[in-house]
């Protein structure tokens, strides 16, 4: 990975679950800081996929929390870690990945399916705190 931060796709008005998001063939991406709501928190049906690199600065088991307001899913590789899916009022939901040292694929599943929202990741090194799932740990 070269480039500090993930990629987003972005997409209004197409799904109704966030277990039914999928990319289109050729996906335009953007870049973010962070998996959050960002410039689209005012608008009310919408999906979003985030994808990128997480560096485990150790090996050790890694705690993901995802909360979300409507649906969510976390992945590393093809693996569901946190599933968060359907709609629902905000909720956090948690899950935990053995990783060795280095760079990890993952990706963060979103759908906004109208009300309030909200997205918010972090994740915990082993015998760490939570901290923001962010540019300082994540890459493409």
Not at 114 to 135: C, I, K, R, S
Request: hydrophobic fraction near 40%; aromatic fraction near 12%; include cysteine.
């Amino acid at each position: 990975p070269q480039n500090k931060g993930l990629q987003r796709w972005f997409v209004e008005d197409k799904f109704k679950v966030v277990e039914d998001v999928k990319l289109p063939p050729s996906p335009k991406w953007t870049h973010v800081d962070k998996a959050d709501m960002g410039e689209h928190a005012a608008l009310s049906l919408y999906s979003m996929v985030f994808k990128g690199f997480f560096k485990a600065e150790k090996e050790g088991m890694y705690e993901f929390a995802v909360t979300s307001d409507d649906g969510s899913l976390l992945y590393f590789g093809d693996k569901l870690i946190v599933d968060n899916g359907g709609n629902h009022a905000s909720l956090k939901r948690s899950g935990m990945v053995a990783l060795k040292k280095g760079w990890h694929p993952f990706s963060i599943i979103f759908h906004q399916a109208g009300g309030g929202g909200e997205l918010n990741v972090t994740y915990a090194a082993p015998g760490e705190p939570f901290n923001q799932l962010d540019g300082s740990v994540c890459a493409y």
